[in-house]
């Protein structure tokens, strides 16, 4: 095993696509690693022709995968838009490992990115020493990505200035980026395109120009829509985790997986599951990845100061920090949640106790 923290997911699922590469006889758009088949099959999961079991890395509509691959493989970019915790940059990593074998081409759009860190910048030594010059200028992963026919990755593009995300227009449009300081311009190869992620909810994001918003097509990636659904990413993803992190996952993981659950969908929704009660919602989001969070942190507690017994106290501890994140109101809103549902729950009493202990 690798002692690194991580590795870019063409590496983790390197035996995935390699058995789905060695029965994929379906036509390929150009420079593609996989048909476009296979790389809807790489993401939702299924069975190579050859039984090679294929696990699904996006729980949720497949057509929403389908709409986001046929996009990559036209000449429109594709953003992916959602609320945080959607599976956005997930599912922006696996299809651009799937589809051009090179997850690592990225660019992390911040209120500081300006547009050399975009369109490319310059060596200064050697920009002083020769003048401009091919050799001094230092290409940034977009430059690479259109030079070499492969996917770049755009995250959180909505957080950088929109005089910056404009310089992206000719990019997209033009499949080309002048160069003006050597009075040429590099031409992207068949296999080029972009998907951008984006959140649509965040304090500090700026509006898309309708401009650029033109040259993408916009697939919204949405919260699982039924508890069964959430519970089954979380859980999935609670025990990946809980592997590569060499902790435990007790038997009881399910059951309070199932109760944090209901308590998020509860909180973010405004009403409890059976519609009787209107609750305030939280300031935070709540999202998938937040429980996965929540869950993952109780098992280190557990793991590590409880002898591996996973208990509410452990998850009430985790839970709290998720749900609280103003503290005035917040601290309000989970006080009235407690005492108008939880309180009265059947199942839910260790919760009531573990989260007022707390509070
Ligand atoms: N529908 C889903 N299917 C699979 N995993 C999901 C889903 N929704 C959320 N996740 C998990 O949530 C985590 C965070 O997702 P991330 O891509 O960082 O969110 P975003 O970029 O949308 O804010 C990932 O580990 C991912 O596995
Ligand atoms: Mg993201």
């Not at 909505?158 to 002048?178: A, F, Y």
């Not at 990845?289 to 409880?306: K, R, T």
């Not at 103003?326 to 009235?336: A, C, G, M, R, Y």
Request: glycine letters at 6%.
């Amino acid at each position: 095993m690798s002692n690194l923290l991580r590795q870019p997911v063409e590496v983790t699922y390197q035996d995935e696509l390699a058995a789905l590469k060695a029965c994929d006889d379906k036509a390929k758009p150009v420079q593609w690693q996989l048909s476009p088949q296979a790389v809807v099959t790489y993401l939702m999961g299924g069975k190579t022709r050859d039984g090679v079991e294929i696990s699904s890395k996006y729980i949720g509509n497949r057509r929403l995968i389908e709409t986001a691959v046929a996009t990559l493989a036209t000449d429109r970019a594709l953003l992916l838009l959602g609320v945080p915790g959607t599976a956005k940059s997930w599912v922006s990593e696996h299809l651009t490992a799937a589809i051009s074998g090179d997850s690592t081409r990225i660019i992390q759009c911040t209120a500081g990115t300006d547009e050399n860190q975009i369109r490319y910048g310059w060596n200064y030594a050697q920009l002083l020493a020769h003048g401009p010059s091919t050799d001094a200028i230092v290409p940034t992963p977009l430059f690479r990505a259109m030079q070499d026919g492969t996917l770049c990755r755009l995250e959180e593009l909505t957080r950088m200035g929109s005089d910056v995300q404009d310089t992206l227009i000719t990019v997209l449009s033009e499949k080309m980026m002048p160069i003006a300081e050597l009075n040429d311009a590099v031409y992207a190869k068949a296999g080029f395109n972009v998907i951008a992620t984006a959140n649509n909810k965040d304090k500090g994001v700026n509006e898309l120009s309708s401009a650029l918003k033109r040259r993408f097509n916009v697939v919204v990636l949405p919260l699982p829509d039924d508890m069964d659904e959430e519970v089954q990413i979380v859980s999935r993803r609670v025990s990946e985790m809980g592997d590569k992190l060499g902790l435990p996952v007790p038997k009881n993981t399910l059951e309070e997986i199932q109760k944090v659950i209901t308590i998020f969908r509860e909180l973010r929704g405004g009403e409890t599951l059976d519609g009787q009660t209107a609750l305030k919602a939280p300031t935070g989001n709540l999202s998938t990845a937040e429980a996965i969070a929540v869950m993952v942190g109780s098992l280190s507690q557990a793991n590590w100061f409880n002898q591996g017994k996973l208990s509410v106290e452990d998850v009430s501890s985790n839970l709290i920090g998720a749900i609280v994140k103003d503290p005035v109101q917040d601290k309000l809103v989970l006080e009235e949640y407690l005492e108008t549902v939880l309180k009265k729950r059947k199942g839910y009493q260790q919760y009531y106790h573990g989260l007022n202990e707390q509070l």
